[in-house]
């Protein structure tokens, strides 16, 4: 005799096996349909898709107002999207198509065909200094890098070094928005989300173009 | 971090991934594979639209059912209203199951089952509700929804044994 609790459970699903036909296949269908409706009803609140790129996979995620974040393998991006959840919108799906500007120009940045992004960007993530911080990023020109000091300086805070610090290390539009550029005054990288390989890499990248 | 995810709802895309196939099943059940799948996308629609109201906690599969429920109801009552009467029916193909399946007879077999027996074999064996929350989508008593989930699986098992004893027969003779 056996000890399961409820021995007919298994029989029964044995019964119903055959509604397993082909199930994986039709989720994906389903899923790419969902994703579909949902942007047509405007009931996505966040698309999001993953791209492959020279210093790992990134995650790309937007809402109807613009990209809102771009995150490396590194800061976990089931952490990065739960986060999402908790402050934006629970109403996430990956939806890749919202996504496919920023797809081709990342692609076309790692290739060394582009130097400057044409996306539109929701910052709704950055407020106060931090965002001023991030609105001065993209005039330093590509190739080119500006120490924490000199970009304190340009936001209107000389004293605030510490904050730019602050300000690039949680920068929610890596790459796009190009924290990397900035550097120690002494000419080290400083630290990156990233990490170091990934902004040593997307300096010698922009050097070598 | 476990105060936070207390606090917190997943992703919708992982309410998709985790309970997907367990709608889709239930779906699949109540209306056969070939409706099931819109009645799988108008829930999980709905689900999406709806879901930053549902509390934090909520037992999303129940959710989940609840609204697969209303939606294959719609499917088949719009399925009723389509089906204007006509002198000469036209020859259908079974709606439940993929034609040349070896298996077409067992979704028969979930197809022959009146409604309530399907529903009931459905929610409580694919996705686990509890017969009291049964008998509330019913609109029955636990009793009696347990009574039709009881008869649905009394069935299934007397069309089985019919289908096993078939193939039994038809491969007599033949060398494994």
């Known amino acids: ?209 | 971090m476990e105060t936070g995810q207390a606090a917190s709802k997943k992703p919708f895309e992982a309410v998709v991934r985790e309970r997907g196939a367990t709608v889709l099943r239930v779906c699949r059940a109540i209306l056969g594979v070939h409706d099931a799948d819109d009645a799988w996308s108008d829930t999980f629609l709905a689900a999406l639209q709806a879901y930053p109201d549902l509390p934090v906690g909520a037992n999303v599969e129940a959710w989940l059912v609840t609204i697969a429920h209303r939606k294959c109801i719609d499917h088949l009552r719009a399925g009723a209203r389509r089906a204007l009467p006509v002198e000469q029916p036209p020859e259908q193909p079974t709606r439940l199951g993929l034609p040349g399946e070896r298996d077409t007879e067992l979704f028969d077999a979930v197809a022959q089952l009146p409604p309530k027996q399907r529903q009931a074999v459905a929610y409580h064996f694919l996705a686990g509700l509890p017969y009291k929350e049964i008998g509330a989508l019913l609109g029955s008593s636990p009793e009696a929804a347990r009574r039709a989930g009881a008869d649905g699986v009394k069935a299934l098992r007397a069309a089985i044994q019919t289908r096993a004893s078939l193939v039994h027969l038809s491969s007599k003779g033949e060398i494994q």
């Open chain 1, 1 to 209: 005799m056996t000890v399961d609790p409820s021995p007919g459970h298994t029989e029964v699903l044995s019964f119903l096996e055959p509604l397993n036909v082909a199930l994986e296949p039709a989720l994906a269908g389903l899923h790419a349909r969902l994703a579909r409706d949902a942007q047509l009803t405007h009931t996505l609140d966040i698309a999001y898709r993953t791209v492959d790129s020279p210093v790992g996979k990134l995650l790309l995620a937007a809402t109807d107002r613009g990209i809102i974040r771009v995150a490396f393998e590194l800061e976990n991006h089931d952490s990065v999207l739960q986060l999402l959840a908790d402050t934006v919108s629970p109403r996430i799906l990956e939806a890749p198509s919202r996504l496919d500007d920023a797809a081709r120009e990342l692609e076309e940045y790692f290739a060394g065909t582009r130097r400057d992004f044409d996306l539109i960007l929701d910052f709704r993530l950055s407020r106060g200094f931090r965002l001023n911080v991030l609105r001065h990023l993209p005039r330093i020109p590509y190739g080119n890098t500006a120490s924490y000091a000199q970009v304190a300086q340009a936001a209107g805070s000389p004293n605030a070094v510490r904050a730019v610090g602050t300000a690039c290390a949680t920068n929610p539009l890596p790459v796009i928005v190009p924290c990397h550029r900035v550097v120690k005054s002494d000419g080290s990288f400083g630290g990156y989300l990233g990490g170091p390989e990934a902004k040593r890499a997307l300096l010698t990248l922009e050097a070598a173009a």
